[in-house]
């Protein structure tokens, strides 16, 4: 005799099947939206309109670099759209508190150099971490303790000349109702003194049920919602979205995501803070990232697709990371975003 199914096992079966049969049909019709946004000829007027961004390395403020090196990144850097350094300058302990001295003992130095150096260049203080739950150990940030260390060392690293705070904390849910509060409570301190508060944040959902599927595959959720990047994007100045590491297989399909991931960026950030894409300056292949795909020309020409007439002046791109840029990266960020037609 045959024993039967119980109704959840057979109910489980179902819903794998179902899965297994809509996945191919949704993922192909995604990759056609993604090619789609890739084609056209990007408007003249999407160019640089000199609110770019640059993500430096540690060896900046950890005695590493030179007065030489301060004189060849104004050398880089003149000519484009760049007004704003992200120096790594964590990173914070996971309790939200930064031994400054000991980690970042030419932060003075570095801000003083580039300010006499590049006077029209904002040097904002990187400050990241992992975080709980996807990350153990991790930095808690339920814990308002741990929140009102953070915004302690925030205020530290400003005492050192700063223009500004970036936050890098990842992996960062949707919804994460604590990481809004703790944007409330430095945005308070970053008010204070006259600087912007910015971020560095999740891709927004590709479409509506990818995220649901991701977490069925992984248990783990990758974008946010476009609410909850309003609600983000409305605590601070400025917000650059990581628009990399999108295990996207051809460069085609990784240019369209970018001018998809622009343009809801563009629709649901406020109009009084920055929106900056990121590019991917550095090659790596693995599941998350083929370097044969994401590249700062696809990304470049993605952004621009994505912003189309825009008249919007708030915007930037901004460059991931500085000590893996190639020559060959920075020339299409130039010919591609600074050269005018």
């Not at 079966?13 to 084609?39: D, E, K, N, Q, W």
């Not at 705070?165 to 008010?191: C, N």
């Not at 563009?266 to 370097?291: C, F, I, K, Q, W």
């Amino acid at each position: 005799m045959k024993k039967r199914w119980s109704r959840r096992r057979r109910v489980l079966v179902i819903i794998a099947i179902a899965f297994l049969l809509v996945l191919p049909v949704s993922l192909g019709m995604h990759a056609t939206s993604l090619r789609s946004s890739y084609a056209g000829t990007p408007s003249a007027d999407a160019r640089s309109r000199g609110h770019d961004a640059l993500w430096l390395g540690h060896a900046w403020v950890d005695g590493r670099k030179t007065p030489a090196d301060i004189t060849a990144l104004a050398r880089q850097l003149d000519g484009t759209g760049i007004r704003d350094l992200y120096v790594h300058t964590g990173p914070l302990e996971h309790d939200g508190s930064l031994p400054l001295a000991t980690v970042s003992p030419k932060t003075r130095w570095f801000v003083d150099a580039v300010h006499r150096a590049m006077p029209n260049v904002r040097v904002q203080a990187w400050l990241g971490d992992v975080v709980l739950p996807q990350k153990d150990p991790g930095m808690n940030l339920d814990d308002a303790a741990v929140r009102d260390r953070v915004t302690a060392s925030s205020e530290q690293v400003l005492g050192q000349g700063f223009d500004g705070i970036h936050f890098d904390l990842e992996p960062l849910q949707s919804g994460d109702k604590s990481f809004l509060a703790l944007l409330d409570q430095v945005h308070a301190v970053t008010k204070a003194h006259g600087v912007p508060l910015s971020v560095a944040a999740a891709q927004l959902n590709p479409r509506p049920g990818m995220n649901g599927v991701l977490v069925a595959l992984t248990g783990q959720s990758k974008w946010w919602t476009k609410g909850y990047f309003e609600q983000v994007a409305n605590r601070v100045e400025q917000i650059a979205v990581m628009s990399y590491d999108t295990a996207m297989p051809l460069e085609s399909l990784y240019g369209g995501f970018v001018a998809q991931q622009t343009e809801m960026a563009l629709a649901m950030t406020p109009p009084r803070t920055d929106l900056l894409m990121g590019l991917p300056a550095y090659y790596e292949d693995n599941v998350s990232h083929r370097g044969s795909a994401e590249t700062v020309e696809a990304a470049v020409r993605g952004a621009r697709l994505g912003l189309g007439r825009s008249t919007r002046q708030n915007f930037g791109l901004a460059l991931y990371v500085d000590y893996t840029a190639t020559p060959e990266q920075w020339t299409a960020y130039r010919d591609g975003w600074c050269v005018k037609d």
